[in-house]
């Protein structure tokens, strides 16, 4: 089975204006992997030094990274991975 990613209108222009993607389960850190991959330069929008930039979130089913394994949490069949960038203003 797979896993659903959604992409923010933010990194579509790197998905070709894809809003979703399919891929397989893995970790966290290897699903953002396989997106460098498909799409080569979302990692360096996602990442720093190998981890979750300070104002990205990413949510598993609703449950965010950061309070799970960060990187190395599992992303089993059938989920859904949410992308947040987060929104600043004044």
Request: hydrophobic share 40%; charged share 25%.
């Amino acid at each position: 089975m797979s896993v659903k990613v959604r992409i923010p209108s933010q990194l579509r222009q790197l998905t070709g204006g894809e809003g979703m993607i399919e891929m397989d389960a893995g970790t966290i850190g290897g699903i953002i992997m396989e997106l460098e991959n498909l799409n080569p330069g979302i990692a360096e929008r996602l990442l720093d030094n190998g981890e979750v930039r300070r104002f990205i979130n990413i949510y598993i089913d609703g449950e965010d990274i950061r309070f799970a394994e960060g990187m190395e949490t599992e992303v089993a069949d059938g989920a859904e991975i949410s992308i947040v960038p987060a929104v600043a203003g004044g």
